[in-house]
């Protein structure tokens, strides 16, 4: 098993800035792609950022440019930078992490953005 812990979420003002970090615990040889999914309010839970262990990335097209998503292999901790944040980023954002098939997922952390 993998355990994943969020944390980071919060309060911010439109055109502020969050990061978010996730920590992988447990079994964790073999981790390969981590990354964010969220969730708003009524709608589906729908990907955000990934990276792979050699650090490829692949990113919602909503979030280029705004959001950066890095790791440390060493810490088997991930990050998401949030820039230019936007109330359509409120949303409760989850961790992933898989290893081998299996995809693991974080509690989510909350974060809400005013206008």
């Known amino acids: 098993q993998v355990q994943l812990v969020e944390s980071g979420g919060g309060l911010v003002q439109a055109g502020g800035s969050l990061r978010l970090s996730c920590a992988a615990s447990?079994?964790?040889?073999?981790?390969?792609?981590m990354g964010w999914y969220r969730q708003a309010p009524g709608k589906q839970r729908e990907l955000v950022a990934i990276?792979?262990?050699?650090?490829?990335?692949n990113y919602a097209d909503s979030v280029k440019g705004r959001f950066t998503i890095s790791r440390d292999n060493a810490k088997n901790t991930v990050y998401l930078q949030m820039n230019s944040l936007i109330r359509e980023d409120t949303a409760v954002y989850y961790c992933?992490?898989?290893?081998?098939?299996?995809?693991?997922w974080g509690q989510g952390t909350q974060v809400t953005v005013s206008s």
């Open positions: 992933t992490a898989r290893r081998w098939s299996s995809d693991y």
């Open positions: 447990g079994n964790i040889f073999n981790i390969n792609t």
């Open positions: 990276i792979t262990r050699g650090g490829n990335t």
